[in-house]
């Protein structure tokens, strides 16, 4: 399945896995002529050989369909024991019948031997009923996912204003379902850089005044205005931290030419706002957990005149957060981020099987095997320190 095509193309997108401004192992790298990258081996201090921690959970994950659903499903089925299944196809999953045919595909993706459960969400719209929350309840699913209309990959189905389907947000509310939110406005008036942090004060803040009993996570945080929301709201409110918005700034989109592959949405952010998601991710807060936001595409559909926006990262994600963790001396804070903190607040049970990483350095493959293409993964090319013990 995989496939070590040694395109120039993929080295040129791992060569800028750094945040733009080099820290910690990167910073030694540079200061002795090496060229930033994924941080190496010997770079990193040799405290800790080994880290086992309770299996954990992706709760932010895209897998497609077809046959690039069943080429990147077993990457993430291999390391994470379950995770919560983006519903943005063409067409959208936005009934309860489609949410289950969905997982029931994905299930049949998943190696033989290896436990790995999807938990199904639908997609929001404005269309969507009271009656359609129950009914997703009653079958399983966990969450509805809010895309304001147009905010990322197929979200033209979103949202166009959220008064629109207010009942269903108060049905979720009052039967446990979560609402998982792209926190984005979409208004071409506002700056790329600001969506999120206008989103928090134009849209959530109101939602939940309106709606104050509903638990909201807001997905792939990248700012520290959205970091310092989730952790002075309500305890109804969390965030999904992705590897990529914690290891790297906007200029990693730059880095001696354009990085299709560094590209994704929310758009990384200044290098104050890395330092912000790091921070939260580190902290021990129970409010930020895991959520890789591994989001494949065809290599060619990145590398075009309009490129798809999302990095994929989920054959090493679990290296690349104990890489980010390490580098903050917070391997301790590991497991509770990544195993224990999503479960809790979905109300779900952790985990009880466990899973190992060892500092044997990995080289990343260059790319994977997707349908009839290739997918380029996050840090492509690049050493990194940690690996799971399979």
């Avoid at 954990?56 to 990147?72: E, N, Y």
């Avoid at 506002?190 to 638990?215: H, T």
């Avoid at 075009?304 to 903050?328: D, L, N, Q, R, W």
């Amino acid at each position: 399945m995989l496939r070590n095509s040694v395109a120039q193309s993929a080295r040129c997108a791992g060569a800028a896995t750094t945040s733009g401004r080099p820290f910690g192992a990167a910073a030694a790298a540079a200061a002795a002529g090496r060229r930033p990258g994924a941080v190496t081996a010997g770079a990193v201090a040799e405290a800790v050989q080994t880290l086992t921690i309770t299996r954990p959970d992706d709760w932010h994950l895209h897998v497609r369909d077809g046959q690039p659903m069943r080429d990147v499903v077993p990457h993430t089925a291999r390391h994470f024991a379950r995770a919560i299944i983006m519903p943005n196809l063409v067409p959208p999953v936005n009934s309860t019948q489609a949410a289950l045919e969905y997982g029931k595909r994905i299930s049949a993706a998943v190696p033989p031997g290896v436990a790995f459960t999807p938990l199904m969400t639908l997609y929001l719209t404005d269309r969507t009923s009271p009656e359609e929350v129950y009914a997703a309840k009653a079958a399983g699913c966990v969450a509805f996912k809010l895309y304001p209309a147009g905010a990322t990959t197929n979200s033209d189905s979103g949202v166009t204003d959220l008064n629109k389907p207010l009942a269903a947000l108060k049905a979720m509310a009052e039967a446990g379902v979560l609402l998982l939110v792209h926190g984005e406005v979409t208004d071409p008036e506002v700056d790329m850089f600001d969506r999120e942090a206008v989103f928090i004060s134009q849209k959530l803040l109101p939602l939940l005044e309106k709606v104050p009993n509903l638990k909201v996570v807001m997905e792939h945080i990248t700012t520290k205005d959205a970091a310092d929301f989730v952790a002075a709201a309500p305890s109804n409110v969390a965030a999904t931290i992705t590897p990529q918005h914690m290891l790297m700034n906007r200029n990693a989109l730059f880095a001696k030419g354009l990085r299709p592959h560094n590209y994704c949405l929310p758009i990384l952010k200044r290098e104050k706002h890395r330092e912000a998601i790091m921070g939260a991710a580190v902290s021990g807060s129970r409010k930020f957990f895991l959520g890789t936001d591994s989001a494949p595409h065809p290599k060619h559909a990145k590398e075009s005149s309009c490129g798809c926006a999302g990095m994929f990262s989920a054959p090493v994600a679990m290296a690349i957060y104990a890489t980010a963790f390490e580098k903050a001396a917070a391997l301790d804070k590991l497991e509770g981020f990544a195993s224990f903190h999503g479960p809790d607040f979905y109300g779900l049970p952790r985990n009880s099987d466990k899973l190992t990483l060892v500092r044997s350095p990995q080289r990343v493959p260059d790319s994977y095997a997707f349908g009839d293409s290739t997918v380029i993964p996050m840090w492509a090319g690049e050493e990194i320190p940690w690996s799971v013990q399979l």
